[in-house]
């Protein structure tokens, strides 16, 4: 029996002797960076949420890392994709357009700008058009002025005048208007309406015209040629107002409609009264 007591207790003294031995030795170490994935679970350890471990996922939940793929995600990277993101171009309908910068001028009769493809469009899918439109193509002085012919009009030369009253070309000189001007029957592509604002007028495009005559002083203010000095005489610039069909180029959703414009219809001596 002593003997027996004796063994028993060196067995249970030999096992608290060697406690480090039985701890249980942790599976994930403070010290290090590395995440620990249970065996159980393997590496789908967290698969149902991927927004609380996207640092654990890199490759398989890249929706967390627009940074790292711009090719992927070009919404995240503005710069490097400006289609993405047109600017906005603010259009000024009283900016002067190409074909008047640097000018005075209210009316192109050139136009490398002209939208003719939009004109067109605009023509056919506007079913009151025809209602719209009206013009005398075949314009000239047999129609429009009393007394004179286009042969007439035409061979009309004020070379001689230089618009001062007191020398020679004031009192010589052929056939004429007392005040010279330049007559010209056109057909302008843009113009300034009386708003200030600038159209697209419709014009050439699918044999659609609107002529004007236009009548512009070559010397404005300057004394009516052969008249006497007393007279106080000058030379005037008269305007009239056109109805023309436009397009707002700022706008052209607006369509065809009729717009108003002041040209230059005639240049007339006016006498002031005597002192």
């Known amino acids: 029996m002593k003997a027996a007591v004796i063994v028993a207790l060196v067995c249970v003294l030999g096992a608290s002797a060697e406690p480090e031995a039985q701890h249980y030795k942790p599976a994930y170490k403070p010290e290090s960076h590395e995440p620990h994935y249970p065996k159980p679970y393997g590496e789908h350890a967290y698969p ?46 009283k900016a002067a357009p190409k074909c008047a910068e640097n000018t005075t001028n209210t009316v192109c009769l050139t136009d490398e700008e002209y939208p003719t493809y939009e004109i067109k469009y605009a023509i056919d899918y506007d079913p009151l058009v025809l209602k719209k439109y009206a013009d005398v193509a075949d314009q000239s002085a047999d129609d429009l002025v009393d007394g004179i012919s286009k042969a007439q009009e035409e061979a009309f030369d004020y070379s001689f005048y ?43 495009v699918a044999y659609y015209t ?56 005639a240049c007339s001596c006016h006498i002031p009264v005597k002192a």
């Not at 309406?193 to 697209?200: D, I, P």
């Not at 010397?219 to 005037?236: G, N, Q, Y």
């Not at 009239?240 to 230059?264: A, E, N």
């Open 48 to 93: 149902a949420h991927p927004e609380k471990y996207p640092a654990a996922y890199p490759e398989k939940y890249p929706t967390a890392y627009p940074a790292a793929y711009p090719e992927k995600y070009p919404a995240a990277y503005p710069p490097k994709y400006p289609a993405a993101y047109p600017a906005y171009k603010y259009c000024d309908p």
């Open 162 to 204: 230089n618009g001062k009253q007191f020398d020679q070309g004031n009192w010589v000189g052929g056939e004429g208007f007392i005040c010279p001007s330049d007559v010209a029957y056109s057909r302008p592509l843009r113009a300034q309406n009386v708003e200030g604002e600038w159209r697209v007028i419709v014009q050439d």
């Open 210 to 265: 609107q002529t004007q005559r236009v009548e512009t002083c070559l010397f404005p203010e300057a004394a009516c040629r052969t008249l006497a000095p007393c007279f106080h005489s000058k030379c005037v610039q008269k305007y009239v107002y056109h109805r023309m069909l436009s397009m707002d180029p700022c706008d052209t959703y607006k369509g065809l409609f009729i717009d108003t414009y002041k040209l230059p219809s």
